[in-house]
């Protein structure tokens, strides 16, 4: 039985009261005692991560229980996974990471916009940086979860500097990961998402993954980019032809918007907030269309994570279907609380077994037209 009636009334009565980021670090801390407790961490499991062996997936070289993670920005600095798959992730992407710790920018600077069940964001990459994260991971006990790091650019290091910087970064971390993202998307680092233009972003990639293989000789670590919902489609298909030509496993689709167009929330109230990344229900239909392009110009020969607005089963399958092998949500979480994870799985698989699709593999990519069995994909996904 779903506990988000109860969750919703905590929320409403309690949390939206409270600042959001200090409310995000109550809920974590929670979720990070209660992974301490002797037996507690198996009793949460149990309680909010039931097995459905028809999820499983195997992506990036990694054999998953199913297809949802947590995007980067809930822990950015590898505190708690353990504790959140407890809750039913997946997989837990950190970060992002620096190579040198940065306290990020003046609080405040996270914002709930309940009525667009959306968060603001101009956090501005806060962490303890790679040296103190690539130490935390080294500690992880085995078996651990599937852990993927974000990694970005200090915000202090000159444009002509950021591939150096992001290549200490690989080299402490790499080692590490089970999968490696470059983040260039973030709209709260001045500059960063210049290196998304294809001449400034080959170099780059190029740079950190011979970093990530120095750093880790024996097990090649897979390397993602993540990109903008804001960018042009001719961009998108430029970053999607430079994935595939420099050997990249795959790109996660996508980032915060700084877009306003459409919200509930009065324009007024809004403007109050100032700068900062959109995230949440608002991003799910451009986000889902980024993936339809991504899919439809490379097909099978990238990995695709789809992120954004994913709150509910129809969100994450309909991101599928547009050709995600991997979702990932962070603000559906934050507004669905902790039985969000096992809500989604449980939507999922009942989606899967209502289809015509013997697998989510086969599943992927079929609104985009080109996907494994497009053939028989139903109308209505089309």
């Known amino acids: 039985m779903s506990d988000v009636p109860a969750y919703q009334l905590l929320f409403d009565k309690v949390l939206r009261r ?21 037996g507690a961490r198996g009793a949460v499991r149990t309680a909010y991560a039931p097995s459905h062996p028809s999820l499983r997936v195997h992506a990036l070289g990694l054999d998953l229980p199913g297809p949802l993670g947590l995007a980067a920005g809930f822990d950015k600095n590898a505190v708690g996974v353990t504790g959140l798959a407890a809750l039913g992730f997946d997989f837990v992407e950190i970060g992002t990471v620096t190579a040198r710790p940065q306290p990020g920018n003046p609080a405040p600077r996270l914002f ?36 993927g790091v974000n990694i970005g650019k200090n915000k202090s290091v000159p444009e002509s500097e950021a591939v150096a910087d992001y290549v200490t970064t690989t080299r402490r971390l790499a080692r590490h990961a089970d999968y490696l993202v470059v983040n260039v998307s973030s709209p709260n680092t001045p500059g960063l998402r210049d290196l998304q233009a294809a001449d400034r972003l ?3 990639l190029a740079a950190v993954r011979e970093a990530a293989d120095r750093s880790s000789p ?46 509930a929330t009065g324009a007024a109230a809004v403007e109050a907030l100032g700068a900062g990344g959109l995230s949440g229900a608002p991003l799910k239909e451009r986000s889902r269309a980024v993936l339809r392009r991504l899919y439809a110009r490379a097909g099978d020969r990238l990995t695709l994570i789809g992120v954004g607005g994913i709150e509910t089963a129809d969100d994450a399958w309909q991101h599928i279907l547009a050709g995600a092998t991997l979702v990932q949500g962070y603000s559906g979480f934050v507004y669905g609380g ?25 599943a992927v990519g079929a609104s985009a037209g080109t996907g494994p069995a497009a053939d028989r994909a139903p109308e209505e996904s089309r």
Do not use: Q
Request: hydrophobic fraction near 45%.
């Open 202 to 204: 080959r170099p780059l």
């Open 18 to 38: 409270v600042d959001a980021e200090r409310a995000h670090h109550l809920a974590f801390g929670l979720i990070r005692a209660a992974a301490r407790v002797p």
């Open 338 to 362: 902790p039985g969000w994870a096992r809500d989604l799985h449980r939507g999922i698989a009942e989606r899967l077994a209502a289809s015509p699709y013997r697998s989510l593999a086969e």
């Open 218 to 263: 024996v097990r090649r670590v897979p390397l993602l980019v993540k990109i903008a919902p804001d960018l042009a489609d001719e961009d998108i298909d430029a970053v999607a032809d430079l994935a595939v030509e420099t050997g990249l496993d795959g790109i996660v689709a996508t980032n915060t918007t700084t877009g306003r167009a459409g919200l």
């Open 112 to 147: 709930r916009l309940p009525a667009d069940r959306a968060l603001v964001n101009r956090m501005g990459f806060n962490n303890d940086g790679s040296a103190a994260v690539a130490a935390r991971l080294a500690r992880l006990r085995t078996p651990r979860p599937v852990v």
